[in-house]
């Protein structure tokens, strides 16, 4: 007798990058083996009836804040959030304490989050010493992570101490990195640009509240006009290294970035990529001004952001989730340059995009390419996960388009107790969350279990 699927989903609609179409899918042992028509013989059923069937989703920046940081966010609570959005795959991030830079402190983080995933993820290695970089990669990093920056009044998320602003040591990680065929994902910054301009024009003048801050930010003197600077020498160094870079935080740079990308990635043949801050295209200045310090940034340029998409300067797309307590930023309401700064969205992100294709922006199928197939091809994950192909993962994120949400604090699993989307609305959200074959998410509640995500290892510790 023939064994059954240990699962058939059927009756949805499948969406790729360059297509969609109705069929059925077939797994057994966590891995697709079949795409078409009807599968009779399954333990288990899903309708998908009206649905619409994605690849398994990424949420390519989250910070986890683990360890170190666990009173903000954990393992368990942030990949539940990310879970219940509707989200497959997390890569998470390396501000930590102590931070993943090093061979130990890599190997501590593995073992202590192992037990805690809800989903599957990847993990960064901290580049902060070239000498490192080679046991970092064959130990399983996805890529290195590099803060080319510090905050302009030393407050966490911008460890001192992982700021690499000498472009002599930089250079050298991307050497170091080059040599493992990894990618080098990099926040960049000009701070002392930063430091002196913010302080000269808003806080030497007592103009330190949150919406002075967002002032600032919309100037281009937080998060602005440093970012691209520091892109500009990144971008050379990066080209004369060989590296493969990866842009961070694109969108909340000025549109200055987008054009040395254009150009680094059209004019010159450079292997660069960029990853689009949703941010920036979402946020309103009505929500900013409700939140205030829950959130660091603000859609005062929205469009240009959606010309990255068209023009193929941004690979992936991405709602960053950074969170901190309610109770540490509140006080950003008088002082938002003395708090840390962030904002959520691990669980919120597919209904934003979701909303976003409602609303014309964008389509299912950018969707498929800009949240899954791309940051997989780009990690070298492909085709493991990011497709809906026999023998890859079977990973899917299933949607309802018609569905409403509202984002409250009373539903967010994330430990940070409120979310920088209160009170707003997205139409479009997952029904199914499905991770190798299992549903560990379904209909807004978490029914996985903890520790069945697994760590995916970068391409150096495969190879």
């Known amino acids: 007798m023939t064994r059954p699927y ?16 109705q069929a059925d899918i077939a797994i057994l042992d966590g891995k697709i083996a079949g795409i078409g028509a009807h599968f009779p013989m399954a333990e288990k059923r899903i309708d998908a009836k009206g649905l619409d069937i994605l ?7 989250c910070h986890f804040r683990e360890p170190g940081h666990t009173y903000k966010e954990d393992f368990a609570s942030g990949s539940s959030a990310a879970a219940v959005g509707g989200v497959t795959m997390c890569i998470d991030m390396t501000n930590n304490t102590p931070h993943p830079t090093s061979l130990e402190t890599f190997e501590e983080k593995k073992e202590l989050v192992a037990p805690k995933a809800y989903v599957d993820y990847a993990l960064y290695g901290g580049g902060l010493y070239p000498r490192t970089v080679e046991a970092l990669a064959k130990a399983g990093a996805l890529g290195i992570k590099i803060f080319n ?9 911008y460890i001192t101490e992982l700021g690499v602003l000498d472009h002599g040591i930089l250079y050298e990680l991307y050497e170091a990195t080059r040599d493992q065929g990894l990618v080098a994902s990099v926040h960049h910054d000009d701070p002392e640009w930063c430091k002196r301009i913010t302080f000269r024009d808003f806080i030497d003048k007592g103009r330190t509240d949150a919406r002075s801050y967002h002032d600032s930010f919309a100037k281009g ?11 500009a020498a990144s971008l050379y160094y990066a080209k004369l290294a060989g590296v493969k870079l990866h842009v961070l935080h694109l969108g909340v740079m000025p549109e200055g970035a987008n054009e040395m990308i254009h150009h680094a990635k059209f004019d010159l043949g450079q292997d660069v990529s960029a990853e689009l801050e949703l941010g920036t295209m979402f946020m309103t200045r009505e929500q900013m001004e409700k939140v205030g310090p829950a959130t660091y940034n603000w859609g005062y340029a929205p469009e240009s952001g959606w010309k990255t998409i068209e023009n193929g300067v941004a690979d992936f797309i991405v709602l960053e989730h950074a969170p901190h307590t309610y109770d540490e930023v509140q006080p950003g309401w008088q002082d938002m340059f003395s708090i840390p700064l962030g904002m959520t969205g691990a669980q919120e992100f597919v209904p934003m995009m979701l909303n976003a294709v409602n609303e014309g922006r ?3 199928n950018q969707v498929a390419r800009l949240a899954a197939e791309a940051p ?32 409250t604090k009373a539903d967010m ?24 074959g299992k549903v560990v998410a379904q209909d807004g509640k978490l029914v996985g279990d903890r520790g069945y995500g697994r760590f995916v290892p970068g391409t150096a510790a495969r190879a």
Do not use: C
């Open 55 to 61: 690849p398994g989703l990424w949420h390519v920046h």
């Open 362 to 364: 964008l389509t299912l």
């Open 149 to 157: 920056t510090r905050h302009i009044k030393e407050v966490y998320p």
């Open 221 to 231: 003197y937080m998060y602005g006009h440093g970012m691209v600077a520091g892109l």
């Open 376 to 407: 997989a091809r780009r990690f070298g994950i492909f085709p493991r996960k990011g497709v809906t192909q026999i023998g890859s993962d079977a990973d899917f994120s299933i949607v309802d388009m018609t569905r409403e949400v509202v984002f």
């Open 6 to 21: 240990d699962l058939v989903i059927e009756n949805g609609r499948l969406h790729t990058p360059s297509s969609s179409y």
């Open 413 to 436: 699993l994330s430990k940070a107790g409120h979310t920088s989307w209160e009170g707003m609305r997205a139409k479009g959200a997952a029904t199914h969350t499905i991770v190798r």
